[in-house]
């Protein structure tokens, strides 16, 4: 089973300012790599799928790089809407597995 | 645009199976993706449950697999979601969804449902 280690747990941040969220594997997973936001009481909602490919009409400000272990989200300006929880999942093999998440909270 | 609604009981004995159902809208079963079943413990991570392809061949998580069964009813344009002998370590918001074929990115979501295990 392939391991997805996301840094850091929180990141205190204040609007305007730029988010950098780290996703790192226990083996290569290629590109097979997307992200998530997470609001409370909502369903996650799909942000990046192919490490750097943006999902529909989600904001240019969000976007992400890597390949095999390495893998960030980078959020160039962070706007109020964007304080949620984010997490990374692989379905380079089966079975598909999330990072634990990281939380952007308001400094 | 596709929408995933998921019903059933939101409490279930210890012992018993937990059984749900999701039906989908806005686009046919039948015409690809995969379909599946992730859960949220309360105030905890995703956990993926597995997935079907609409043939019905699918994947499990190895921890859940001996207990999960999730099929598709292309008639009805609906999947579901069987797990027996539940324990208090089964309450979580199970959601269902839509997975691409070749990323396996989840583009779709239900709004989740909150099933609670408890006599």
């Known amino acids: 089973e392939i391991a997805l280690t996301q840094s850091p747990a929180t990141l205190s941040l204040s609007p305007g300012e730029r988010a950098t969220l780290s996703c790192r594997a226990s083996?290569?997973?290629?590109?097979?790599l997307a992200w998530y936001q997470q609001k409370p009481g909502q369903a996650p909602r799909l942000l990046i799928y192919?490490?750097?490919n943006r999902a529909t009409g989600i904001p240019a400000r969000f976007s992400g790089s890597g390949s095999g272990t390495d893998f960030t989200l980078t959020i160039s300006s962070l706007e109020p809407e964007d304080f949620a929880v984010y997490y990374c999942?692989?379905?380079?093999?089966?079975?598909?597995?999330f990072g634990g998440g990281t939380k952007v909270e308001i400094k | 645009q596709v929408q995933l609604q998921e019903s059933g009981p939101g409490l279930v004995k210890p012992s018993e199976t937990l059984s749900l159902t999701c039906g989908v809208s806005?686009?046919?079963?039948?015409?690809?993706?995969?379909w599946g079943w992730i859960r949220q413990p309360p105030v905890k991570g995703l956990e993926w449950i597995g997935s079907?392809?609409?043939?019905?061949?699918?994947n499990y998580n190895p921890s859940l697999k001996s207990r999960v069964t999730v099929s598709v009813d292309t008639s009805k344009n609906e999947l579901s979601l069987k797990l027996t002998s539940v324990t208090a370590a089964d309450t979580a918001v199970y959601f269902c969804?839509?997975?691409?074929?070749?990323?396996?990115?989840?583009?779709?979501w239900g709004q989740g449902t909150l099933v609670t295990v408890s006599s």
């Open positions: 969804a839509r997975l691409g074929l070749f990323y396996g990115q989840i583009d779709s």
């Open positions: 806005g686009y046919s079963i039948s015409s690809g993706y995969y």
């Open positions: 079907v392809f609409h043939s019905g061949s699918g």
């Open positions: 083996q290569s997973v290629s590109s097979y």
């Open positions: 192919g490490a750097s």
């Open positions: 999942q692989q379905r380079s093999d089966w079975p598909l597995t």
